[in-house]
């Protein structure tokens, strides 16, 4: 995080460690600040920048200094460098301040698996939060499906379980989500849909070092499962998901677009839960200490105030 420079004709300031009161190292007293910012560290802690013309005169890493003030004379003797020196050891201060505000939030990246039974609402909480949280979204259904669209090797193997409504085994699953997690858009924090579905995909992540930090378990009762599942349309020119019930399109020309997935019958839904329902305690049992079961049924905007709040309790 960089907050823009402000810059100011200025006199000396000094950053002082806010536990021993003295100077933080790398500031003199004769330097002149010309502009400060706010950024981070590599360790992702915050720090301000305090810069000197042509040159930086020190970091000051906000785990240390809580106050950046002027000292001394001004160096020009003017009122306007007074506030220059001001301004600027207030930017400094101030950059501090915004850059450690975010670091319980931003600093640590997210990294979160959100389950439950098929149609309990896991994709549509997962637009909710990608757009509140800019996680990278990675959906097993979604990847084995773009598989199968591609006809590649593993897409071929993965549809006929699909259409059964079956697990894909894990030789094709497991490699293909780990793979996912390993592009450099996951180093933001990612947003886990869908996987892992079973005790063998679960020690397959953990035996690859791949840890969550929150378990989402969305609990909806299996008889309004079945409802959401027939109505399930899905949106190919932006993705969205919608309900000709629940959440019909808005207009005639996108509900002429929508498509529904080959799986959304209800034959094929009741096998996917039992499917469910074999796993799930399997999967639980293995994150229990960060597991949160949030209720699914209920207004899909009320549902994401709950998951909005543990997320951010982060
Ligand atoms: P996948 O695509 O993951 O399907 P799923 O788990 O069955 O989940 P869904 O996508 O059906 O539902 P959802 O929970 O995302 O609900 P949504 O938000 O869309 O997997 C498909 C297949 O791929 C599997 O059967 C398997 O073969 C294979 N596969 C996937 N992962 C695998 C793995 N890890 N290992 C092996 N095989 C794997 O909502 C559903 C509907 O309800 C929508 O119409 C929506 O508008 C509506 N709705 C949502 N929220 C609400 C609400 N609060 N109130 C009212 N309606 C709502």
Same mark, same amino acid.
């Given at each position: 995080m960089t907050n823009g420079p402000t810059t100011g004709?200025?006199?000396?300031?000094?950053?002082?460690?806010?536990?021993?009161?003295?100077?933080?190292?790398?500031?003199?007293?004769?330097a002149t600040v010309v502009a400060a910012r706010g950024e981070r560290d590599r360790d992702g802690d915050a720090r301000a920048v305090v810069l000197a013309p042509k040159r930086e005169i020190a970091q000051v890493s906000a785990k240390k200094a809580v106050a950046v003030e002027p000292v001394g004379k001004p160096a020009i003797g003017s009122t306007a460098a007074a506030?220059?020196?001001?301004?600027?050891?207030?930017?400094?201060a101030l950059a501090i301040k915004r850059a450690s505000s975010g670091s319980s939030n931003s600093k640590k990246q997210k990294r979160i698996v959100i389950a439950g039974a098929p149609a309990s609402g896991k994709g549509t909480q997962c637009e909710l939060i990608v757009k509140k949280f800019g996680l990278t979204h990675i959906s097993a259904g979604d990847l084995l499906r773009a598989a199968v669209a591609a006809g590649t090797e593993a897409g071929l193997k993965a549809k006929e379980y699909m259409d059964r409504g079956d697990l894909v085994p894990n030789e094709v699953v497991v490699t293909m989500v780990k793979e996912r997690l390993s592009q450099p858009d996951c180093?933001?924090?990612?947003? $886990?849909?869908?996987?892992?579905?079973?005790?063998?995909?679960?020690?397959?992540?953990?035996?690859?070092?791949?840890?969550?930090?929150?378990?989402?378990?969305?609990?909806?009762?299996?008889?309004?499962? $079945?409802?959401?599942?027939?109505?399930?349309? $899905?949106?190919?020119?932006?993705?969205t998901i919608y309900h000709m019930t629940f959440f019909p399109p808005p207009t005639p020309e996108i509900a002429a677009r929508l498509t529904q997935r080959s799986d959304d019958t209800e034959e094929k839904a009741s096998n996917r839960l039992s499917v469910h329902h074999k796993n799930v305690d399997a999967v639980v049992g293995k994150y229990e200490t960060i597991m949160k079961t949030v209720d699914g049924n209920r207004a899909k905007q009320d549902v994401f105030k709950d998951i909005e709040r543990l997320i951010k309790a982060m």
């Open positions: 004709r200025a006199r000396p300031v000094v950053a002082r460690d806010g536990a021993t009161g003295r100077r933080a190292r790398g500031v003199g007293r004769s506030c220059g020196a001001a301004v600027a050891a207030a930017a400094a180093s933001k924090g990612w947003l $886990l849909d869908g996987y892992p579905r079973s005790e063998e995909q679960a020690e397959a992540l953990i035996e690859s070092g791949i840890q969550p930090d929150l378990f989402l378990l969305l609990d909806v009762p299996d008889e309004i499962l $079945l409802e959401r599942v027939v109505g399930r349309r $899905l949106d190919p020119v932006d993705g």
